[in-house]
């Protein structure tokens, strides 16, 4: 048994010249857990995901897989496999032969390949479009035959490089639970890069959010949305309100807000309908934006208009203080 | 409306028609109906007879002169396509800032600076009996008496078309290569694909069209050239360009022009075979 991980970062550096990308980066991803990669572009999540697959040199320290430093092997002979952003289909070859491209790298014969491929993309459920041509796919489609293609070569870690930003909005909601579904089945881990949140908190079992080349915070989602550590975090991840209070920096949840008789003074600037709720920005004296999450029937039974003043209250128990 | 419609595509595309037509299919109309006229030693006459056709294909001259241009216009292209693929691939792939390939391009294209004519016989001190060539390579040991074959010989001709045609290899190719995704590359590499698979599985399948425009043009340059070859041969070799020329200066016009239509359309089969095996309308 190895110590129980399955890939490991350890003082993971890259640099451009003089600019850092990825500074100083330990981690140890878990086994066979579904990872977000969370931050805003330039953070170094992608340059992170690029040195584990090994499109990008290390500049210092080592990524390893299975106890084994893997940071100098070429990406085919590491045990990952990429995904890449706009899916880098090969646009003269079939889907099936996209698909059996690793296996003819290897030499493997036609039928013994054609016959596999055929059972990935039975897997991704494109069985019935193998014949065509990247090119005649809707996103969608592409993506699972790149999804295929990744998984033909039994990868112990899936990297995932934004793979649902080229999607439409319901594509990309219904492609999330797809891929959540696959990674239960495979059992392997799935290190996805993202920018959206949502994405994030709806998909992984562990989220790192990275920032100015270094983790700012990592945990199971339900942990990093509760407990943000940083003001970064606590604003990036959304639904929180971060109030500098006497005493240090808090937050609280934009559903643990509402509207009383007594509490902070402060005035409506925005109400937003959204269906089972109402959304209110208020702006506080000392001009910070508060956001009230407050449940629609709720806020009907005493609706509010931009300009008026109103009173934010919340229970003390459910501040959260923020170490930085 | 629609009526409207169609008068205006029409009124669209007539200058272009008009040009291609007064310059283009106008003079190779005119050609073909001299090529039917007659000739005398003095004088040439309208007929419509195919004295100049039965002539032409009686006549082993003309299969050993047509041979050995398909013979040029083969080994040349052999030659650019050669070193064609490897430079467009060098500056496509392997030069990485934008000013860098842009720089090197142009350079590229230096020879194109002076006219073909200074080009070809810049070759001739240097390829001459007592040319650099020679003199470096007897000085250096190499050989004891002077190579009479780097001049005026099936060398040097084919020599200078590589020089003269190479950039034309180049440019649709590195056209091509430019638009490759770097992303395949990598999805290439991620796939176990050593170098040579990937150039060979995926830049050479996905550079097809470039390297077929490319194909076309060193093609019919080579084989519609007469300077090239008089000058690189010291007029001791021919091809049918050289038939054509050499008829013109006899004034044998209908004769020339028999020539220029056999030419024509064995270069049209040519074209039309090579666009058998690649679709190059998407790179247009």
């Known amino acids: ?324 | 409306m629609t009526t409207n419609r169609h008068l205006l595509g029409w009124l669209q595309a007539a200058p272009l028609t008009a040009v291609l037509l007064a310059f283009l299919m106008a003079p190779i109309v005119m050609i073909v109906i001299v090529s039917f006229w007659g000739a005398t030693e003095f004088s040439i006459y309208p007929a419509f007879q195919f004295d100049n056709y039965e002539f032409l294909f009686g006549s082993a001259v003309t299969y050993q002169v047509f041979g050995a241009t398909l013979k040029y216009a083969l080994i040349t292209w052999a030659l650019t396509l050669a070193i064609g693929f490897t430079v467009a691939y060098f500056l496509a792939f392997h030069v990485r800032s934008l000013t860098m390939q842009i720089a090197l391009f142009l350079i590229c294209t230096i020879p194109f600076w002076t006219s073909n004519i200074i080009r070809m016989i810049s070759w001739i001190p240097f390829l001459g009996r007592n040319g650099i060539a020679n003199q470096t390579l007897l000085s250096w040991g190499v050989i004891d008496a002077p190579l009479e074959w780097l001049l005026y010989s099936d060398f040097s001709v084919i020599l200078a078309f590589v020089h003269l045609y190479t950039l034309f290899m180049v440019v649709p190719i590195f056209n091509t290569m430019m638009r490759i995704d770097k992303s395949l590359l990598e999805g290439a590499r991620d796939n176990g694909a050593s170098g040579l698979q990937t150039l060979v599985h995926v830049i050479l399948p996905l550079t097809k069209p470039g390297i077929m425009i490319g194909t076309i043009f060193v093609v019919t340059l080579v084989m519609g050239d007469f300077i090239t070859v008089r000058f690189m041969s010291g007029s001791q070799r021919a091809n049918v360009g050289r038939l054509i020329s050499n008829d013109i200066a006899l004034l044998q016009y209908p004769s020339a022009a028999a020539t220029a239509v056999v030419l024509l359309c064995t270069v049209l089969l040519v074209i039309a075979i090579l666009l058998r095996f690649v679709n190059i309308r998407k790179e247009l």
């Open chain 1, 1 to 324: 048994m190895r110590t129980g991980y399955d890939l490991e970062l350890v003082h993971l550096t890259k640099r451009y010249g003089d600019t850092v990308a990825v500074r100083d980066l330990n981690h140890v991803f878990v086994k066979g857990s579904y990872v977000c990669l969370l931050g805003p572009s330039g953070c170094g999540k992608s340059s992170t995901l690029r040195m584990i697959a090994g499109h990008e040199d290390v500049s210092e320290g080592a990524i390893l897989l299975d106890g084994q430093n893997v940071s100098q092997l070429p990406p085919a002979r590491r045990g990952t496999a990429m995904m890449f952003q706009n899916y880098a289909l090969f646009p003269h070859l079939s889907v099936r032969d996209n698909v059996a491209f690793s296996l003819r790298m290897k030499g493997v014969d036609k039928v013994t390949r054609h016959a596999r491929a055929n059972e990935l993309l039975e897997l991704v459920d494109m069985t019935h479009l193998a014949d065509r041509l990247p090119a005649q796919l809707s996103g969608g489609q592409q993506q699972r035959v790149a999804l295929a293609r990744a998984l033909i070569t039994d990868p112990k870690v899936l990297l995932l490089d934004e793979p649902l930003s080229a999607l439409d909005p319901f594509l990309r909601i219904r492609m999330r639970t797809e891929l959540k579904k696959l990674q239960r089945e495979l059992g392997i881990t799935f290190i996805h890069v993202t920018h959206g949140q949502d994405e994030a908190l709806a998909l992984a079992d562990e989220i790192v959010v990275m920032h100015d080349a270094v983790i700012a915070q990592a945990g199971p989602a339900r942990e990093v949305w509760a407990q943000p550590r940083t003001e970064f975090v606590a604003r990036f991840i959304g639904g929180h309100n971060v109030l500098a209070l006497p005493g240090g920096k808090v937050t609280i949840r934009a559903d643990a807000v509402s509207l009383g008789a007594e509490g902070m003074p402060a005035t409506v600037i925005a109400v937003e309908y959204q269906g089972a709720s109402v959304s209110v920005t208020a702006a506080t004296e000392s001009g910070e934006e508060v956001l009230a999450l407050l449940p629609e029937a709720q806020f009907f039974q005493s609706p509010k208009s931009p300009g008026e003043a109103v009173n934010l209250c919340w229970d003390k128990e459910r501040l959260h203080r923020l170490e930085a």
